[in-house]
C-alpha cells in the first residue's frame, strides 16, 4: 500500500512538472487602481494563487476547529464530573449500608 500512495505521488509530481514547464510564458498581472506586475511567469502567478487560496481555505476551517475543541472540553469536563459523582454515591453506599444476612449467606435446604 505504501507502494501505491508513492507511485501515485510520483505520478502527481510527474504532471504538476510537466504543466509548469509548459505554463512558462510571461504575463502581467493587473490589480484594482491600476496596480500592475509585468512579465511573471504564468506558473508562478498560478502557485500564488493556489497559496493564498489554500490559506484563506484553512483560515475558514479555523472557528469549526475551534468550536469541537470547546465543545470536546465541555463533554469530557462532564464526564469527569459524572464519574466522581458515581464515585462519591458507590463510596457512600458501601459504607452506610449493610448487606442483609440472605446476601451474605443465602438461606438453603439443609
Known sequence: MRYLIWAL??????????FALKNTDPVTVRFYADHLVAEVPLIVV???????????????TVPAGLRRRRELAK??????????????????????????????????PI
Open 46 to 60: 498560478m502557485l500564488a494563487t493556489f497559496v493564498v487560496g489554500g490559506i484563506f481555505g484553512l483560515l475558514l
Open 9 to 18: 505521488r510520483l505520478l502527481v509530481f510527474v504532471a504538476v512538472l510537466m
Open 75 to 108: 463533554v469530557r469536563r462532564e464526564l469527569e464530573r459524572l464519574r466522581e459523582a458515581e464515585a462519591s454515591r458507590a463510596g457512600r453506599e458501601s459504607t452506610t449500608a449493610q448487606p442483609s444476612p440472605d446476601e451474605v449467606a443465602p438461606l438453603s
